[in-house]
């Protein structure tokens, strides 16, 4: 199923460590899904669906590389399943909560087969570094694209 998540919503995490899904992405997300972190200081959030891929493709990463045996021990050791409660919300883990630093407020940014979860300190570090690298000289990649 292909699914494409897009744009930002705020979430609140209650006292137990649950969020809302915001409605409009309720039944494309469906009802089982995969939390894991990100070693960018996010959490992803994916339809349990949409995970095998990426798990797949993370798996098959040449490992003996120090670095991508690290981030593959970020995205498979701390994934999570959860489900999405008859109130439309999930529980954050206190290992996934203190992983990203999520306290009270959470910003939600769809990336198409899934979301990132980040805090607000998180994701202004990640609005000043997208604006800093576009200031200074915009990586090379992003030759010749303009919008």
């Not at 959490?43 to 493709?57: E, I, K, M, T, Y």
């Not at 399943?81 to 769809?110: N, Q, T």
């Amino acid at each position: 199923m292909t699914r494409m998540f897009t744009g930002p919503s705020h979430v609140s995490i209650d006292a137990k460590g649950r969020v809302a899904i915001p409605t409009r992405y309720r039944d494309a997300l469906g009802v089982n899904l995969v939390l894991t972190a990100d070693p960018s200081g996010c959490l992803l959030l994916f339809p349990a669906d949409a995970w095998q891929p990426f798990a797949d493709r993370v798996s098959a990463l040449p490992n003996l590389n120090p670095r991508i045996k690290a981030m593959q021990r970020m995205w498979l050791g701390y994934r999570s399943d959860c489900e999405v409660d008859a109130a439309g919300r999930i529980v954050l883990s206190p290992e996934l909560r203190d992983y990203a630093k999520l306290e009270r407020s959470v910003h939600l940014f769809g990336q198409g087969d899934r979301f990132e979860l980040w805090s607000e300190r998180g994701w202004q570090d990640v609005v000043d570094l997208a604006q800093r690298s576009m200031r200074e000289e915009p990586p090379a990649e992003l030759a010749g694209l303009s919008v």
